[in-house]
Nanobody
């Protein structure tokens, strides 16, 4: 599975960004699609995930601010990030969990200035 992520950038605190991740196979064939992030000096953490049937879950730190969604016709998953905070600054990675294996997209940098 190949994953192509895009949409990162520099934004001021309180602003918004939308990340996109396009998979090389149908989303219905992928157990979970997720967004993870890794800040400097920290471990990679799950931000949001959506299952093949559309069930979503979020890290507590982003609940109410971030929304994960998908366009199955385009094999694309989105992460809408609102009310961004400086602590959201990280490299964001798209992940596809097929059950028997997981794949990562290239990271996209999100920087939130205070």
């Amino acid at each position: 599975v190949q994953l192509q992520a895009s949409g990162g950038g520099l934004v001021q605190a309180g602003g918004s960004l939308r990340l996109s991740c396009t998979a090389s196979r149908r989303l219905s064939s992928i157990n979970n699609m997720g967004w993870y992030r890794q800040a400097p000096g920290k471990q990679r953490e799950l931000v949001a995930r959506i299952t093949s049937i559309g069930i979503t879950n979020y890290a507590d730190s982003v609940k109410g601010r971030f929304t994960i969604s998908r366009d199955t016709a385009k094999n694309t998953v989105f992460l809408q990030m609102n009310s961004l905070k400086p602590e959201d600054t990280a490299v964001y990675y798209c992940n596809a969990d097929l059950g028997w294996g997981a794949y990562w997209g290239q990271g996209t940098q999100v920087t939130v200035s205070s």
